[in-house]
T-cell receptor, first 114, second 116 residues
């Protein structure tokens, strides 16, 4: 069966520090991968998606970037964190390439920027 | 543009009560998919159901049931005999069918609090 991991689970970082969040999927090949951010107001915002290694699409221009160095690994990064980067970051995957595939989410990373 | 509205921000019920979470959507597409996810306090979004626009049959899974009505663009979710473990934020979502990847338009969520 497929599983998705995210780490760290919780992170507290000072403003201006770098960020690296990791997401890995097991039990599937060539998934589509997604990064979401959920702010305090509960809304889910799609940040990036990837349909393959090295292929990243950004939905919202901002202080963050994403990379996919391996088939089942998706990394969210920042060179300098802002206070507004605080939130709950969720990684998701779909098995296929159809636009109607079900997204399955990871456990999330709670980021607090002070 | 697609839109999903969950008008109920918070609902509080007592255990064993039935509760219905409303979801109204807007889309110009004739083919689309609707989803419900549960987000317990731990934070992970748990997939509950996926329904395509051509299947208007109601779905029942244990204490959960879903009522899909295209005529009113609604996809409501009912929990029968609610339990404390049902306390969570529930999201309704709509997929856009013509992109090359899964795109979900989420509602803002309904927080359900079930007290003993």
């Amino acid at each position: 069966s497929q599983t998705i991991h995210q780490w760290p689970a919780t992170l507290v970082q000072p403003v201006g520090s770098p960020l690296s969040l990791e997401c890995t999927v097991e039990g599937t090949s060539n998934p589509n991968l997604y990064w979401y951010r959920q702010a305090a107001g509960r809304g889910l915002q799609l940040l990036f998606y990837s349909v393959g290694i090295g292929q990243i699409s950004s939905e919202v221009p901002q202080n963050l970037s994403a990379s996919r160095p391996q088939d089942r690994q998706f990394i969210l990064s920042s060179k300098k964190l802002l206070l507004s980067d605080s939130g709950f970051y969720l990684c998701a995957w779909t098995a296929g390439k159809s636009s109607t595939d079900t997204q399955y989410f990871g456990p999330g990373t709670r980021l607090t920027v002070l | 543009a697609q839109k999903v509205t969950q008008a109920q921000t918070e609902i509080s019920v007592v255990e064993k009560e039935d509760v219905t979470l409303d979801c109204v959507y807007e889309t110009r597409d004739t083919t689309y998919y609707l989803f419900w996810y549960k987000q317990p306090p731990s934070g992970e979004l748990v997939f509950l159901i996926r329904r395509n626009s051509f299947d208007e049959q109601n779905e029942i899974s244990g204490r959960y049931s879903w009522n899909f009505q295209k005529s009113t663009s609604s996809f409501n979710f009912t929990i029968t005999a609610s339990q404390v473990v049902d306390s969570a934020v529930y999201f309704c979502a709509l997929s856009e069918p013509y992109s090359g990847y899964s795109t979900l338009t989420f509602g803002k969520g309904t927080m359900l609090l079930v007290s003993p």
